[in-house]
């Protein structure tokens, strides 16, 4: 079974402060996607990977960065987190294109 | 970015009963996929759809690539409690448009027992 996991479930960060999202698949895939989602607009995505140190902007990228040091991880970071970033946020990965899996999810609130 | 239109936004039904989706775009896609998200979970791949007029099973789910390849539907028989949620479709133009897949809003899913 393919296996998306996302370092934390639920986080509560304050304004300002730097955050990092960790997402880590266990099955080689070669892509690899970060995504917000909020009622009524749907997953929304940030950025995507398609290999080791290879990021891509996706349709929301501002505000956010991301890294791929290794190829089953790919860290999403909030460089300066403010309250319309509070969300949650989905990691997925992909090998066979384009069939995407998803982790749990990351709950975060910026306060 | 791009976005699926998919109807119903929200199904308020009695358990027993069949329920039906769609997802429509005005441009075609290769893939269709359907998801399936529980509360406070990531989407779960139910369906995948990779040729025009394919219509496949997963237990109780059917899904079907729209000939055109604008359109896709989902239909689920005689829906029980553990099929409330979120269901998406989600659609690709693979091999071009990279990876990316373009998802419609959801539609989420109301059981009465």
């Known amino acids: 079974d393919v296996k998306v996991t996302q370092s934390s479930r639920y986080l509560v960060k304050r304004t300002g402060e730097k955050v990092f999202l960790e997402c880590v698949q266990d099955?080689?895939?070669?892509?690899m996607f970060w995504y917000r989602q909020d009622p009524g607009l749907g997953l929304r995505l940030i950025y995507f990977?398609?290999?080791?140190?290879?990021?891509e902007k996706g349709d929301i990228p501002e505000g956010y960065s991301v890294s791929r040091e290794k190829k089953e991880r790919f860290s999403l970071i909030l460089e300066s987190a403010s309250t319309n970033q509070t969300s949650m946020y989905l990691c997925?990965?992909?090998?066979?294109?384009?069939?995407?899996?998803f982790g749990a999810g990351t709950r975060l609130s910026v306060l | 970015g791009q976005q699926l239109n998919q109807s119903p936004q929200s199904m308020f039904i009695q358990e027993g009963e069949d329920v039906s989706m769609n997802c429509t775009s005005s441009s075609i896609f290769n893939t269709w996929l359907w998801y399936k998200q529980d509360p406070g979970e990531g989407p779960v791949l139910l369906i995948a759809l990779y040729k025009a007029g394919e219509l496949t099973s997963n237990g109780r789910l059917t899904a079907q690539f729209g000939i055109t390849r604008k359109d896709s539907f989902l239909n689920i028989s005689a829906s029980i409690p553990s099929d409330v949620g979120i269901y998406f479709c989600a659609g690709s133009q693979h091999p071009q448009g990279a990876q990316k897949l373009v998802f419609g809003q959801g539609t989420r899913l109301t059981i009465n027992p």
């Open positions: 990977s398609y290999d080791v140190k290879m990021k």
């Open positions: 997925a990965s992909s090998y066979i294109p384009p069939v995407q899996y």
């Open positions: 099955m080689d895939h070669e892509n």
